[in-house]
Protein backbone atom coordinates (compact mmCIF):
# COMPACT_ATOMS: atom_id res chain seq x y z
CA UNK A 1 0.00 0.00 0.00
CA UNK A 2 1.62 3.44 -1.17
CA UNK A 3 -1.30 5.55 -1.44
CA UNK A 4 -4.81 6.32 0.19
CA UNK A 5 -6.79 9.03 -1.66
CA UNK A 6 -10.47 10.42 -1.64
CA UNK A 7 -12.39 11.63 -4.30
CA UNK A 8 -15.46 13.49 -4.39
CA UNK A 9 -18.10 13.67 -6.87
CA UNK A 10 -20.72 16.31 -7.30
CA UNK A 11 -23.78 15.10 -9.33
CA UNK A 12 -26.28 17.93 -10.63
CA UNK A 13 -29.57 16.86 -11.71
CA UNK A 14 -32.88 18.84 -12.24
CA UNK A 15 -34.46 18.52 -8.82
CA UNK A 16 -30.87 18.06 -6.69
CA UNK A 17 -27.40 18.43 -5.98
CA UNK A 18 -25.65 15.37 -4.21
CA UNK A 19 -21.90 15.39 -3.39
CA UNK A 20 -20.47 11.62 -2.64
CA UNK A 21 -17.13 10.89 -1.17
CA UNK A 22 -15.17 7.78 -2.65
CA UNK A 23 -11.96 6.61 -0.95
CA UNK A 24 -8.87 4.24 -2.36
CA UNK A 25 -6.39 2.35 -1.57
CA UNK A 26 -3.46 1.94 -4.50
CA UNK A 27 -0.27 -0.07 -4.55
CA UNK A 28 0.94 3.14 -6.69
CA UNK A 29 2.89 6.05 -5.80
CA UNK A 30 1.25 8.33 -8.56
CA UNK A 31 0.87 12.05 -8.67
CA UNK A 32 -2.77 13.39 -7.79
CA UNK A 33 -3.60 13.73 -11.46
CA UNK A 34 -2.74 10.71 -12.71
CA UNK A 35 -4.54 8.96 -9.75
CA UNK A 36 -7.33 11.04 -10.68
CA UNK A 37 -7.00 9.90 -14.17
CA UNK A 38 -6.64 6.35 -13.31
CA UNK A 39 -10.29 6.49 -11.50
CA UNK A 40 -11.89 8.70 -14.15
CA UNK A 41 -11.23 5.42 -15.92
CA UNK A 42 -12.16 3.14 -14.12
CA UNK A 43 -15.87 4.86 -13.10
CA UNK A 44 -16.15 5.00 -16.70
CA UNK A 45 -15.81 0.78 -16.81
CA UNK A 46 -17.59 0.89 -13.99
CA UNK A 47 -20.45 2.72 -15.50
CA UNK A 48 -20.77 0.68 -18.61
CA UNK A 49 -21.11 -2.49 -16.23
CA UNK A 50 -23.76 -1.56 -14.71
CA UNK A 51 -25.89 -0.31 -17.73
CA UNK A 52 -25.19 -3.62 -18.84
CA UNK A 53 -26.41 -5.90 -16.09
CA UNK A 54 -29.20 -3.14 -15.19
CA UNK A 55 -30.61 -1.88 -18.27
CA UNK A 56 -29.91 -4.97 -20.35
CA UNK A 57 -29.71 -7.65 -17.70
CA UNK A 58 -26.39 -9.22 -19.00
CA UNK A 59 -25.83 -11.39 -15.77
CA UNK A 60 -28.81 -13.04 -16.14
CA UNK A 61 -28.53 -14.12 -19.78
CA UNK A 62 -28.22 -17.85 -20.04
CA UNK A 63 -27.05 -18.20 -23.62
CA UNK A 64 -24.28 -21.41 -23.29
CA UNK A 65 -22.64 -20.22 -26.40
CA UNK A 66 -19.77 -18.18 -26.40
CA UNK A 67 -20.08 -16.37 -29.66
CA UNK A 68 -23.95 -15.81 -29.00
CA UNK A 69 -23.06 -13.89 -25.90
CA UNK A 70 -20.23 -12.04 -27.80
CA UNK A 71 -22.55 -10.86 -30.47
CA UNK A 72 -25.13 -10.10 -28.22
CA UNK A 73 -22.84 -8.17 -26.10
CA UNK A 74 -21.58 -6.03 -29.04
CA UNK A 75 -25.24 -5.29 -30.54
CA UNK A 76 -26.13 -4.30 -26.02
CA UNK A 77 -23.01 -1.97 -26.91
CA UNK A 78 -24.15 -0.58 -30.40
CA UNK A 79 -27.29 0.12 -28.81
CA UNK A 80 -25.62 2.17 -25.83
CA UNK A 81 -23.16 4.17 -28.21
CA UNK A 82 -26.56 5.15 -30.78
CA UNK A 83 -28.26 6.33 -27.52
CA UNK A 84 -25.85 8.87 -26.88
CA UNK A 85 -24.68 9.88 -29.46
CA UNK A 86 -28.39 10.39 -31.02
CA UNK A 87 -30.79 10.46 -28.75
CA UNK A 88 -28.61 11.41 -25.52
CA UNK A 89 -31.68 11.05 -22.48
CA UNK A 90 -34.94 11.15 -24.75
CA UNK A 91 -36.68 8.30 -22.91
CA UNK A 92 -39.66 9.27 -25.37
CA UNK A 93 -37.42 8.60 -28.23
CA UNK A 94 -36.26 5.39 -27.00
CA UNK A 95 -39.60 3.99 -26.39
CA UNK A 96 -40.25 5.17 -29.96
CA UNK A 97 -37.59 3.09 -31.30
CA UNK A 98 -38.49 -0.18 -29.04
CA UNK A 99 -42.43 0.03 -30.41
CA UNK A 100 -41.25 1.98 -34.40
CA UNK A 101 -39.55 -0.29 -36.57
CA UNK A 102 -38.61 2.64 -39.06
CA UNK A 103 -37.73 4.92 -36.17
CA UNK A 104 -35.24 2.47 -35.12
CA UNK A 105 -34.10 2.06 -38.15
CA UNK A 106 -33.51 5.44 -39.39
CA UNK A 107 -31.19 5.64 -35.58
CA UNK A 108 -29.03 2.70 -36.98
CA UNK A 109 -29.41 4.24 -40.65
CA UNK A 110 -27.67 7.40 -38.99
CA UNK A 111 -25.30 5.94 -36.90
CA UNK A 112 -23.73 3.58 -40.05
CA UNK A 113 -23.89 6.30 -42.56
CA UNK A 114 -21.65 8.78 -39.87
CA UNK A 115 -19.17 6.13 -38.88
CA UNK A 116 -18.66 4.07 -41.67
Request: glycine share 0%; charged share 30%.
Amino acid sequence: MKTIFAVEHIVETKHKTTKEMNYYISSLAETPEKLMQITRAHRKTESLHWILDVVFSEDECRLKSEESNKTLNSFRKLAILARRTYIKSNKLSILKAMLDENHLLQIIGNFSSENL
